[in-house]
Every structure is written in structure tokens, then in C-alpha cells.
């Protein structure tokens, strides 16, 4: 399986753009990139995913670069709320489909 | 979101008892799974469901037993509780077997082994 590196902890000022990177150097062409967020205590939410090309929804913009061994996640708008840890994930290809989570990034929005 | 839930969301059990934990899903996903969330050590797979009676291990499946009989419920049962199983756990599904889906996580459940 591809691993994830990212940062542990970003700080981000409320109403600024969060922009958290994810390293997936060992990628595979069939792998999509996934990102999720948990806020404190809940379960994890889905934000966004995507293979090749940049995707965005209502939430969030996902920027993968051309050869796909990194991609960075943009909040455009952050939020007080969209303080949690992100994660970023590369889907496993194997039986099961099983999400494997790294450490994260701890984003912090402040006032 | 997807309708996912866990019962209880708290227990307290003591040390050598038997435990299960109980994941519900009204979307008809074919996939279910159970993480357990530790500090330090972020979310870990546990077992996962890839159909009725269908289940397969994860990466920390030992003391763990699953079960799943139906397509909406997915139980979690720990044999004989160890303190080193007090853990939040997390219960999550998704619908397809491609890559390309999303799976949604119900609210944890506290478990707490004295």
C-alpha cells in the first residue's frame, strides 16, 4: 500500500485559505488519494477524493500534482469549524477496500 | 449523511467479560468495518465485512471477533475483555467494492475495560 507522509500540526487564520499537503510518493496509477477529517471526539467525515485530476465540491478543493506523488487539500475559506485533524489517504487496492489512516494533520484555525 | 449507527456509545466493562458492540446501517452498503482509535496511534482496522457472513481481519484482530448476519448490522464482540481494549471504536461503511467510494463513519463508541 502507498504510505502518507504529512505535516502533524498547521496553524491557519479564520477566513484565510488552509492549504494541507499530503507526500504519496509511492502511489500506484490505480490508487485515488482520499481526505478525511475528524473533528474532536466524532467520527471521521469524508471531504473529497480523487485519481488524476483536480477535483472540488462544497467543501473542499483537491490539487493533485501531474505525477501524482503529491496533492494538497484547500479549505478556500476556513473556518473556527474546520478545526480537526485531516487526514489524507491513499485507498488500498486490495479485498475490502480498507481506508488506512496515518497520523494526520492537525489544523488549528484561530481567530 | 449516510444513517450509521453504534450502540452503545458508552461502557464500562470489567476486565475478563464478554463485550459486543453493535454497528447499524440503513443505506443497504455492502462494506462495514470496525476501527479502534488509540492516541498516538490514529485509527486501526480491526476486522471488515465485505457481505453477509462474508468478514476478514485487519491489522489488530486479535481478541476480536466479528459477525455479520445481515447486511445492516455488523457486531463487534470481545470475548474476554483486557484493559489494553479500552479504545474509542468506530464502525463505518460504504457501498461499493470499487475504488472510487467513499465510506461513512458512525459516532464511536467509548469503551472502557476496568
Known amino acids: 500500500d502507498a504510505k502518507t507522509t504529512q505535516p502533524p500540526s498547521m496553524d491557519c487564520a479564520e477566513g484565510r485559505a488552509a492549504n494541507l499537503p499530503c507526500n504519496h510518493s509511492?502511489?500506484?496509477?490505480?490508487?485515488?488519494v482520499y481526505w478525511y477529517r475528524q473533528i474532536h471526539s466524532q467520527g471521521p467525515q469524508y471531504i473529497i477524493h480523487g485519481l488524476k485530476n483536480n477535483e472540488t465540491n462544497e467543501m473542499a478543493s483537491l490539487i493533485i500534482t501531474e505525477d501524482r506523488k503529491s496533492s494538497t487539500l484547500i479549505l478556500p475559506h476556513a473556518t473556527l469549524r474546520d478545526t480537526a485533524v485531516y487526514y489524507c489517504?491513499?485507498?488500498?487496492?486490495?479485498?475490502?477496500?480498507?481506508?488506512?489512516f496515518g497520523g494526520g494533520t492537525r489544523l488549528m484555525v484561530k481567530p | 449523511d449516510a444513517g450509521i449507527t453504534q450502540s452503545p456509545r458508552h461502557k464500562v466493562t470489567e476486565t475478563g467479560t464478554p463485550v459486543t458492540l453493535r454497528c447499524h446501517q440503513t443505506?443497504?452498503?455492502?462494506?462495514m468495518y470496525w476501527y479502534r482509535q488509540d492516541p498516538g496511534h490514529g485509527l486501526r482496522l480491526i476486522h471488515y465485512s465485505y457481505g453477509v457472513k462474508d468478514t476478514d481481519k485487519g491489522e489488530v484482530s486479535d481478541g476480536y471477533s466479528v459477525s455479520r448476519s445481515k447486511t445492516e448490522d455488523f457486531l463487534l464482540t470481545l470475548e474476554s475483555a483486557t484493559s489494553s481494549q479500552t479504545s474509542v471504536y468506530f464502525c463505518?461503511?460504504?457501498?461499493?467494492?470499487?475504488?472510487?467510494?467513499?465510506?461513512?463513519f458512525g459516532q464511536g463508541t467509548r469503551l472502557t475495560v476496568v
Open positions: 463505518a461503511s460504504s457501498l461499493r467494492d470499487t475504488l472510487n467510494t467513499e465510506a461513512f
Open positions: 509511492t502511489i500506484s496509477g490505480n490508487e485515488y
Open positions: 489517504i491513499v485507498r488500498a487496492n486490495n479485498a475490502g477496500n480498507m481506508l488506512t
Open positions: 443505506e443497504n452498503h455492502r462494506y
